[in-house]
């Protein structure tokens, strides 16, 4: 056995404890060493004459590692060898060691199932990066392969070498070593894994940085309070202290994780720590302390909070870049729920009131956005004093995206209101302004607006609801943007509950109605659309009374688009109401349109059929429709005919042999010698489909 040459006597040490049976593999193949031989050492009278061959970037180690004591070596310059090589060096080093050759030997029978894991180590340096991607995916198998030991004094550091590589790499590697501590041998070494997260924490690729400090945070649950500050805190403070802005970002999301577990001298060092962070010359870091500053501030005690997060907070949310401001109130919600009415009144509220003024939209639009959680977390004495005003500010605000996050908060702000005095509030100080927003000039925010309307009917109770809501719900009922109206037809059941089913015909149906008859297709087309959503809110017996003949009368319309829509929509409420349903209301109406004068509304019956055969079923199609459809194949009308063939091949495999072969067949073969050449084409076609030649 040879000494090993690779790299880890050159530059890692190992001293040639791995041991090689021949010329390692890295080597190009048109070197040829006299030195090398069954009985002579590379290393012989103490002279190091390993060869100088250039090695690639990617420094790997070997497949040999998993036989004949061979351990991890450097890796081969890229595109050296032809890949037949490649494939066959790897069933070498799979298979070439024999039972008891060395240390770590497969053994002769074993040696055929570490293939795959050789092939796995040796794409982690190929070219091609979907390859190295895919190895990297599977590095838990290769790492089980390899021991816990092994893993941690070869695998580790191999990685940690290779944070050069494709971000998509990087990222997988990040995400499998978050779940490594089994693999390096427990809690005790999981401080073996934070070399190679701690480079992957720094890298400039966003993603990369954040699904290391992912795993970082997993790992440290699994620290006992001394080795988290053997390790684990050194690793925060050398990223908070870095000189690129990538490291100090990804500390930010690592303070809280390891502070609770602390002593209270290494605490004061990490509340320092994070302070230097929140007032950092780089917006990038400052954005990233402020996005941590609300999950640091619920593992301090806390009278740090009032000392130290309060003051903080009321820097970065006056910082300079809106894009801190409006990180600083979302962590607002997580310090109000920490402090009293009084400390939140004194210390919180001014700069809260501040924010809900600012000069960026973005800030105000992140207030709105926050509302909800920003109400609870102040209760409702403050409430009612400070952020009513502050939402009627928003609510007129001068940008529509701050408006329509507003509205998006209307319901949840009027439920979330004390039960005592609630309508009053509403009344006075709520509704004069969503009135506003009924008719405003953007979409955006009559659409958010829509969507939560319906919802204060359960909070206002019957009356108010008749008297107020209901002309704002016909107002956007009629509103031109299709997204309003659907808005609207989609929360109908909220006001059903209030008013009930009566009340809401005689007030919102006739619109419904007068919609469904306008004369702009494309507003008919629309309400098409919300039938089966507005079917299943009023329920079938309710669909029936003033629902149904609307369904029909839109089959025979002019526009082909509203006739097809109501097809579809037909199907969709067969699937709502139920075959049943169906056999006594719908087919024997669809049924009678066969005989009507106009060809295109014969030709609509066969395409309900279409839709409507898989929906109900076998014996209502067989007994029913097909009848109607045979019957139909002698129309005068080629464009019937050739529709017929079409249809017979969609219901043909819903019905059962015999009616294939004593019904249809006859009727396609008769369709297939038709004097029209487009009848004859989808009569054949339709033979041929279901295999009755």
């Given amino acids: 056995m040879n000494p090993c040459p690779c790299f880890f006597r050159l530059g890692k040490g190992c001293r040639g404890s791995i041991g090689f049976f021949g010329p390692p593999f890295f080597w190009s193949s048109d070197l040829q060493f006299q030195q090398w031989g069954s009985g002579r050492s590379l290393h012989a009278q103490g002279k190091n004459l390993t060869p100088s061959v250039p090695r690639s970037r990617l420094i790997g180690f070997s497949p040999a590692c998993l036989c004949g004591g061979r351990g991890l070596s450097a890796g081969r310059g890229l595109g050296t060898g032809s890949s037949a090589a490649t494939s066959q060096r790897r069933k070498n080093m799979a298979g070439a060691a024999g039972p008891g050759s060395g240390p770590g030997a497969a053994g002769g029978d074993g040696d055929d199932s570490l293939y795959p894991i050789a092939v796995l180590i040796d794409e982690l340096r190929n070219e091609d990066v979907q390859l190295r991607l895919n190895s990297i995916k599977k590095l838990s198998t290769i790492a089980l392969a390899l021991g816990v030991e092994r893993t941690r004094t070869e695998l580790l550091p191999f990685l940690t070498d290779t944070i050069y590589d494709e971000d998509e790499v990087l990222l997988a590697l990040a995400e499998q070593l978050g779940n490594f501590t089994g693999l390096v041998g427990g809690p005790d070494f999981a401080h073996c894994l934070l070399p190679p997260l701690e480079s992957l924490a720094t890298v400039e690729e966003t993603v990369v940085r954040d699904k290391a400090v992912e ?33 100090r970002t990804s500390a930010c999301g690592l303070f809280s994780v390891c502070y609770p577990r602390a002593s209270n001298a290494v605490k004061a060092e990490i509340r320092q720590h994070f302070r230097s962070l929140c007032s950092d010359d780089t917006p990038m870091v400052r954005r990233a302390a402020a996005s941590k500053l609300g999950e640091f501030a619920k593992v301090l005690e806390l009278d740090s909070v009032k000392t130290e997060i309060v003051p903080l907070f009321t820097n970065l949310a006056s910082d300079e870049q809106d894009s801190v401001r409006l990180l600083a109130v979302e962590a607002c919600v997580s310090i109000a729920q920490l402090l009293s009415q009084e400390d939140l009144e004194a210390l919180v509220m001014p700069t809260l009131r501040q ?12 207030v709105a956005d926050k509302f909800s959680e920003l109400q609870k977390a102040v209760g409702p004495k403050i409430a009612l ?96 943007c299709p997204e309003v109206r659907l808005n609207i037809i989609s ?38 659309e919300y039938m089966p959503l507005l079917a299943g809110q009023l329920g079938v017996e309710f669909f029936d009374e003033k629902l149904n003949s609307l369904c029909m009368a839109w089959l025979v319309d002019h526009v082909y688009a509203i006739r097809e829509a109501a097809t579809n929509n037909l199907m969709k409420l067969v699937q709502k109401f139920g075959t049943e349903w169906a056999q006594n209301t719908i087919v024997p109406k669809v049924l009678v ?55 017979l091949q969609k ?27 487009d009848v004859k084409y989808f009569a054949q076609e339709a033979i041929s489909v279901l295999a009755l030649a």
């Fill in 215 to 247: 795993s970082l945070r997993q790992i440290s649950q699994e620290h006992t309070p001394v080795a988290l500050e053997a390790h684990f805190v050194p690793l925060v403070k050398r990223l908070a202290s870095g000189d690129w802005f990538t490291s």
């Fill in 355 to 366: 924010a809900a003024e600012d000069k960026s939209w973005r800030v105000r639009y992140m």
């Fill in 385 to 480: 004093s400070d952020l009513i005003p502050a939402f009627q500010s928003l609510l007129r605000d001068c940008e529509a995206e701050v408006r329509a996050a507003a509205a998006h908060k209307v319901r949840e702000l009027c439920e979330n209101l004390p039960a005592e005095g609630r309508e009053t509030v509403i009344m006075n100080q709520i509704l004069p302004y969503i009135k506003e927003l009924v008719s405003d000039t953007n979409q955006h925010v009559k659409s958010a607006l829509a969507s939560v309307i319906m919802g204060l009917s359960t909070v206002l109770g019957k009356e108010n609801t008749i008297e107020h809501l209901l002309p704002l719900f016909l107002a956007q009922l009629k509103d031109e």
């Fill in 491 to 528: 929360n109908l059941d909220c006001v059903n509950e209030v008013i009930g089913i009566r009340q809401l015909s005689q007030s919102l149906l006739p619109a419904i109605v007068e919609l469904a008859e306008d004369a702009k297709w494309r507003v008919r087309l629309a309400i098409i």
């Fill in 593 to 647: 349109m066969a005989n009507d004068p106009n060809y295109l509304h014969r030709m609509t019956t066969l395409f309900c059929i279409n839709a409507l055969s898989e929906a109900c079923g076998k014996e209502i199609t067989t007994k029913q429709m097909l009848p109607i459809v045979l019957k139909m194949a002698g129309d005068q009308v080629a464009n019937v005919r050739f529709n017929v063939a079409k249809s």
């Fill in 651 to 677: 219901i043909g495999p819903i019905l059962d042999t015999n009616a294939l072969q004593g019904e249809v067949k006859p009727v396609l073969q008769k369709l297939g010698q038709d004097e029209d050449m």
